[in-house]
Structure formats: structure tokens, C-alpha cells
């Protein structure tokens, strides 16, 4: 993928998506028409919070040098993920790529099996062979394995999923959540195509964040939304404000309602802005200030925080409580996790190559017999 300027370097404005479109200008959010009880939301509200706090920490010992590898956070996008899996049952998949930890914790993943994978200790499933990024857990959380590191690779995997709930006559859907920038390569197109097809029970959320790395939308897409691109595939497509959970799950409960009742593929793309850089390496010297200036008053926890406290009618001393409850498990999941043991140096070869029943030196000695 291309980038328009060197990094670290402001692109031409031009070239910078405004998404300063009315639509978006709002710093209310509304939940008309939404049936959550109080305790639902709170439920939304404590993920987002675990997960702000939890990539706060992360940051923190990152720039400790006490991660192993490269880290990715999902700061400012919480209200996606959260809005979109808050609607699932409990048998549905999805699969959240690197900006949706507030959905895993929704789903009850602990904060201390990521941490201890961001410490690279010897931890199921891959006993520190990978970053704390591609969480697969389908028999409790309904997190698919869906990453083979190629991005898009999830929506023909996802395809590949509902498929095989169509297949078995399950009622059952897969949400693949993505980026942008992933809607510009190869898979996307096969797997969308694929599902579009076979009108499967696929929904496509786009995390239209502004950049794919430091790639602005306008630079690596000839439409100006990735919605555009949805009558290709002749499959419904809308449009949505992405830092508004209540927005999130009305657009979200049409597509998920449409897939599942068997009338095939549904996209919806949520507008959006990544807080932090691609990933911790990156300063997003790239972004202007009105850009990320713009997009901070309409942060998501702070929206849903504002509304909480006011319509929502939730105490501030609740919220507090919420608050500090999160703070105190990050720091306690950090502790443990670091505590655990790293993978033995031994076992390092371990799981890298299937048992062979027959080696060819074997296949030989028996033809010669
Ligand atoms: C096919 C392929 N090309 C390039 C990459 C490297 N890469 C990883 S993430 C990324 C940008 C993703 O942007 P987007 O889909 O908008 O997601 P965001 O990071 O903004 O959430 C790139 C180029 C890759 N993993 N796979
Ligand atoms: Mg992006």
C-alpha cells in the first residue's frame, strides 16, 4: 500500500479526509428507541472503560520497553466493537483485527490472558509465540481465529464461516470487522462476492478510522465512502456515526436482523478516527490538528460518559466506582501477567511442524523392501 507523504510528514490538506460533515457534528448522543436496560449499558460503559484503561497501560509499558514486539491500540474506536457485539447471541462469531479489545472484554475475556500475551509469557494458545492482537477463543467468547496477517483475510474467512451456519441451517452470523484500508485489497472483494453470492449471513463493519497507516481514505480509494463500494456486491450498505454507541447498534441491528434472516450480506461503515498512531512506533505526525482536534470532542467514552450522567440518568459516584474498578484490574492484570514464566527456550521448535507418521527416508526403505 502507498503512502502520500514520507512519515512524519503533513500530507497536502487536500488529501486528508475532512469528515467534517454535519451529520457528524454532534457532541450529544441519543438513545431514542434503544430497549437497553440501565445495567445493559453499564455493562457497555465498564468494557469500553477496561478497555481505555487496559491500552493506557499498555502504552505505558510499551514506551518501558517491557513489551515484546510492536503494540496496537484501539483508542477512540471503543463504541464500535462494543455497539456491534452487545447485539450478537451468544453463539454468533466475530472477529475485531486491532481495534476492538472493549468487545473481547464484553465477552468476558479476562484483562490478564491479553496482558500475559503482550508479555509474550507462556500462555495458551500460542505460548508466547505472538502478540496479545489475534485472540481466537470460539467455545466461550465467540472470537473467531480469522488472521493469517494479510489484512481483508477475515472476510473470506468470515464468508467461510456463515457459510457453514448455512450450511448446517443454523441461525446463526458472523460480524467481521475491519478497517478501510482493508477493503482495498484482493480478499475483500473475493469474500464479499463470495457471501453476496451465496447470500450469506456475513455483516461487514468498516472501522472508517480516516487512515490505513498513514494513508488518508481519499489516497487509496477512488469512491469517498467506503459504502460506495456495497452495489458492486448488490448488497445493502449504510452509513454511520461510529463514536455513538446508540448509532452503532441502530445501524448494527439492521444488518445483523437482514443477515440473519437469510437475505444474505449487510455493510455498514462507521465513521471514526484512531486516537493513537497505526501502531505505538507511529507519532501521527501526518494527522492535522483540526482533524484530531475534532474528532477528540467527540471521543466515545466521553460521549457515552456525558450521557450516562445526564439523560441516562446514572449517578457520577457509579461511573467513579466503574472507573476505578477498571483502573485497579489493568494494574492487577499487568502485575500477574507479569509474574508468569516465559516459554522455555527448549520448547521453541514446539508445535512448528506436525508429527510426521512417515518421514520420506522411511517411505524409501519401505519401497525398496
Ligand atoms: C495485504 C496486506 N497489505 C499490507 C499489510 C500491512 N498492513 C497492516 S495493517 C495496515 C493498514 C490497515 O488499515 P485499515 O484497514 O484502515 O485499519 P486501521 O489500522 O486503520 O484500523 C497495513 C497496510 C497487510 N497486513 N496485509
Ligand atoms: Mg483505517
Known amino acids: 500500500m502507498s503512502t502520500t507523504s514520507p512519515p512524519g510528514a503533513a500530507p497536502p490538506a487536500a488529501d486528508v479526509p475532512s469528515f467534517l460533515d454535519p451529520a457528524l457534528d454532534r457532541l450529544a448522543i441519543d438513545s431514542a428507541d434503544d430497549p437497553a436496560s440501565r445495567d445493559e449499558m453499564l455493562r457497555w460503559y465498564r468494557a469500553m472503560r477496561l478497555a481505555r484503561a487496559f491500552e ?8 518501558q520497553g ?34 476492538g479489545l472493549a468487545a473481547w472484554f464484553l465477552r468476558g475475556v479476562e484483562p490478564v490472558d491479553v496482558m500475559a500475551r503482550w508479555f509474550g509469557r507462556d500462555v495458551p494458545p500460542s505460548y508466547g509465540r505472538e502478540l496479545g492482537l489475534f ?30 451456519f448455512k450450511y448446517r441451517k443454523q441461525p446463526r452470523v458472523y460480524a467481521a470487522m475491519t478497517g478501510d484500508g482493508a477493503t482495498s485489497p484482493g480478499d475483500f472483494y473475493e469474500g464479499l462476492n463470495f ?22 481514505t481519499c489516497a487509496q480509494m477512488p469512491v469517498a465512502n467506503v459504502a460506495d463500494r456495497a452495489p458492486a456486491f448488490n448488497i445493502p450498505a449504510e452509513i454511520a456515526f461510529g463514536n455513538d454507541i446508540f448509532a452503532v447498534r441502530r445501524a448494527a441491528r439492521r444488518a445483523i436482523d437482514h443477515a440473519r434472516s437469510g437475505r444474505g450480506p449487510y455493510m455498514v461503515e462507521f465513521k471514526t478516527f484512531r486516537q493513537r498512531g497505526h501502531g505505538e512506533h507511529d507519532d501521527m505526525g501526518y494527522v492535522p490538528k483540526d482533524l484530531r482536534d475534532f474528532w477528540e470532542r467527540r471521543d466515545p467514552l ?12 446514572v449517578s457520577a ?11 485497579t484490574r489493568v494494574d492487577e492484570a499487568a502485575d500477574k501477567a507479569q509474574s508468569l514464566p516465559h516459554p522455555d527456550p527448549a520448547s521453541v521448535t514446539w508445535r512448528l511442524f506436525a508429527e510426521a507418521h512417515e518421514t520420506p527416508e522411511a517411505v524409501r526403505r519401505k519401497g525398496a523392501r
Not at 143 to 151: D, E, K
Not at 306 to 313: A, M, N, S, T
Request: proline content about 4%; charged content about 15%; aromatic content about 10%.
Open 135 to 164: 485472540l481466537a477463543d470460539l467455545s466461550e467468547a465467540g472470537i473467531a481465529p480469522y488472521h493469517n496477517g494479510s489484512m481483508a483475510s477475515w472476510i473470506p474467512s468470515g464468508a467461510g464461516f456463515a457459510l457453514a
Open 66 to 99: 517491557k513489551i515484546v514486539g510492536a503494540v496496537y491500540l484501539g483508542m477512540g474506536q471503543e463504541a464500535i466493537a462494543t455497539g456491534v457485539v452487545s447485539l450478537l447471541q451468544c453463539d454468533d462469531y466475530f472477529s475485531t483485527v486491532a481495534r
Open 302 to 313: 466521553r460521549l457515552f460518559h456525558e450521557y450516562l450522567i445526564g439523560p441516562g440518568g
Open 56 to 63: 493506557h497501560k499498555l502504552s505505558a509499558l510499551y514506551r
Open 317 to 327: 459516584e457509579t461511573i467513579a466506582q466503574i472507573d476505578t474498578e477498571c483502573a
Open 195 to 216: 457471501a453476496a453470492i451465496h447470500k450469506l449471513p456475513l455483516v461487514v463493519i468498516i472501522e472508517n478510522n480516516c487512515f490505513a497507516y498513514s494513508t488518508p
